[in-house]
């Protein structure tokens, strides 16, 4: 099991630009997250879905999109760069459980700067 | 104003002795409090975690403590080691939304020095 993969590691974006970040899991899990994590400000939600085909605003969803058209897939979109948006983006999946814990499960990682 | 605070931004402590890392909250209502564990280039790994109706876990070399009243978390690891030195945040589990969601401190830089 490859567990959660990101891509890409790396990238570098003028401001304006745009691109997609891809997340995917083969854990079979419903849940699935995108975080980014900023110096001294530790991890935050930016989008978050609950299954195939729903997705849900997190704590700073301003200038991203996702979509989760597979189970196994969750994709941050950023239509247009700006440097704000200069991070480590991360993305997590979590199985469902009823009532019990909510171990997530983190990809790599994905460092982002907006120039 | 952030729900989950982890005040102290490093540690530093010579191999062998404890680890203590802090972590206080604000809502009550939290249920259920984890601790991960983020080395360089790598993705946060789970560590541990406890639920608000225990006030101890423990796990090899690792426990965490709960007290409630005080809504503060902490992590001792001991003895420590030069492996263990990694960025370790604590988590805790709200409610909003309709589903459960975790809210993460800022991190404790933790080395562990021979």
């Known amino acids: 099991n490859a567990g959660v993969t990101q891509t890409p590691k790396f990238r570098v974006l003028k401001t304006g630009q745009s691109m997609t970040l891809l997340c995917a899991q083969d854990m079979n899990h419903e849940y699935m997250y995108w975080y980014r994590q900023d110096p001294g400000m530790g991890l935050r939600l930016i989008h978050y879905?609950?299954?195939?085909?729903?997705?849900a605003k997190g704590e700073v969803p301003d200038g991203y999109n996702v979509s989760r058209l597979k189970k196994q897939n969750f994709l941050l979109g950023l239509e247009s760069a700006a440097p704000s948006q200069t991070s480590v983006y991360f993305c997590?999946?979590?199985?469902?459980?009823?009532?019990?814990?909510?171990?997530?499960?983190f990809g790599p990682g994905t460092r982002l700067t907006v120039l | 104003d952030q729900q989950v605070k982890q005040n102290s931004p490093s540690l530093s402590v010579q191999e062998g002795r404890i680890s203590i890392l802090n972590c206080d909250y604000t809502n009550s209502m939290f249920d259920y409090f984890l601790w991960y564990k983020k080395y360089p280039a790598e993705g946060p790994t789970f560590l541990i975690s406890?639920?608000?109706?225990?006030d101890k876990n423990e796990d090899g070399r690792f426990t965490v403590f709960l007290n409630k009243s005080a809504k503060h978390l902490s992590l001792h690891i001991v003895p420590s080691q030069p492996g263990d030195s990694a960025v370790y945040f604590c988590?805790?589990?709200?409610?909003?939304?309709?589903?459960?969601?975790?809210?993460f401190g800022a991190g404790t830089r933790l080395a562990v020095h021979p």
């Open positions: 988590a805790v589990r709200g409610f909003s939304g309709g589903y459960n969601k975790l809210i």
């Open positions: 879905s609950v299954g195939e085909g729903t997705t």
């Open positions: 997590a999946s979590s199985p469902l459980k009823s009532g019990g814990e909510v171990e997530q499960f």
């Open positions: 406890i639920s608000s109706i225990k």
